[in-house]
């Protein structure tokens, strides 16, 4: 018997490891291996785990029983209390499902829910995936890099009528503010106008907040529930603004009414069949997290501030070096791009976003993601540089440096003496370019 008489399901033969994941395991590797990378690839926040969450875990360690598919009723009705308190959503728990992390929660709507997806490019890795697993179409929404990525009403328009023209069913919009991988987020008046064209277009919306908290400060983060909550699902959780990724713990919060419940009741089907239900240690302890704590509120305004501080850092030292990006309004990204230097790259064999993130990494040892993996064209020489781990490679370090920022000046804070790998790693880029040119 031959290989091919086990067929493979050919929805999932045309995916590979999700290049976030692989390039974050390529450098641990190289790391193991000894060797020199300056980690800008993977967006993990790295601050410590709060002590009293480090409690609670601890605390609820004997809690070995399944809990219920939909979540534990008090960790649902602590999270339905944090969306009306920060976002100004009317949420009840029967509306709040939660999962072992926002990626599952993601998968299972574009499984519940019908019709091809609107998609802004650039844009996750994985909602792409997502739609395409799920057997529906995917049709991009341009933006353009010289006005910072914006996500234009118009542009959502018009991907809507050319979706429909080439025989789509576009039924859903997804939206990322804070954006992975460009740190841009959507103004209050675009949330409203969105809303309003989806409300008109009969569009669901997908909302991904999951980086809602960790907004720099520049832009106000409302979410399309708020102007359209019958048809929009909110998708969340710990990872980034507490830094809690491995604790697979996500949230999503579905529409009210008859509709809401029915998508709740298949969410809750994928749930049941898939997952069972996320760790009940993780979810006993995950209720301070989601309660109005203010030893927790203080950890996450110092946790923002810091990734904001990081990360603006990192987008004017490379925009002083000449190398364009978006300006990042929340998250720990910074998206460039090196298409100023298309034909001198060219003499060196460099034509892709792929090939550029590969010539960094084995000439300067930076370690990025290119755009393609985000949807851009890869002729767009654009890469996605995150600024969440360095100088926090690990656990000690990134204690240290939290302790630091409580002790002195934010400019000390982003010197040399505090920041070595952050500087190394802008000096890698200098020379580069000056390679380059």
């Known amino acids: 018997m031959t290989a091919n008489a086990f067929p493979l399901n050919p929805l999932l033969t045309a995916f590979s490891a999700s290049p976030t994941l692989a390039i974050n395991e390529k450098v641990q590797a190289l ?71 926002s990626k599952p929660l993601l998968f299972a709507l574009m499984q519940a829910l019908v019709g091809d997806v609107l998609l802004p490019i650039p844009s996750w890795v994985s909602y792409a995936p997502h739609a395409r697993m799920s057997g529906k179409r995917v049709f991009p929404i341009p933006t353009d890099p010289a006005d910072g990525y914006t996500l234009h009403g118009d542009r959502v328009a018009e991907a809507l009528a050319a979706a429909r023209q080439a025989g789509g069913d576009p039924r859903l919009l997804v939206l990322n503010s804070p954006s992975n991988p460009t740190g841009r987020m959507l103004t209050p008046e675009q949330v409203a106008e969105l809303a309003a064209f989806c409300r008109r277009e009969g569009l669901f919306i997908l909302s991904d907040e999951i980086y809602a908290l960790t907004a720099h400060g520049s832009v106000r983060h409302v979410s399309p529930a708020c102007h359209y909550p019958e048809g929009t699902a909110v998708v969340g959780g710990l990872s980034k603004h507490l830094s809690l990724g491995g604790w697979r713990l996500g949230v999503a919060v579905l529409p009210p009414g008859p509709f809401g419940r029915r998508l709740m009741a298949a969410v809750r089907a994928v749930a049941a069949e898939v997952w069972s239900s996320p760790s009940a240690p993780v979810q006993y302890a995950a209720i301070i997290a989601y309660e109005d704590n203010p030893t927790i509120r ?74 393609s993996a985000f949807g851009a064209e890869a002729g767009h020489l654009a890469l996605r540089l995150s600024s969440s781990y360095l100088d926090m490679e690990t656990a000690e370090r990134a204690q240290a440096l939290l302790a630091a920022s409580r002790l002195v000046s934010e400019e000390e804070w982003l010197s040399p003496a505090h920041h070595p790998a952050t500087h190394a790693a802008l000096e890698r880029f200098r020379c580069f370019v000056e390679e380059v040119r």
């Not at 923002?304 to 720990?332: E, K, N, V």
Request: charged letters at 20%.
């Open 31 to 101: 790391w193991a291996a000894g060797h020199e990378v300056y980690h800008l690839g993977f967006g993990e926040s790295r601050f410590p785990l709060h002590p009293l969450l480090a409690e609670a875990l601890a605390a609820h360690a004997h809690r070995t029983a399944y809990l219920p598919a939909q979540g534990l009723p008090e960790l649902r009705a602590a999270v339905a209390a944090f969306y009306e308190r920060h976002f100004g959503l009317e949420v009840t728990p029967d509306r709040v499902i939660v999962g072992p992390g």
């Open 298 to 371: 203080d950890y996450i305004e110092t946790c923002t501030r810091l990734h904001a501080l990081r990360t603006r850092f990192l987008w004017q030292a490379l925009a002083a070096l000449g190398i364009p990006a978006a300006r990042p309004d929340g998250a720990f990204y910074v998206f460039v791009h090196f298409d100023h230097l298309r034909s001198a790259l060219a003499r060196r064999g460099v034509t892709t976003a792929d090939e550029l993130a590969t010539y960094l990494l084995e000439r300067y040892h930076l370690a990025t993601l290119p755009g």
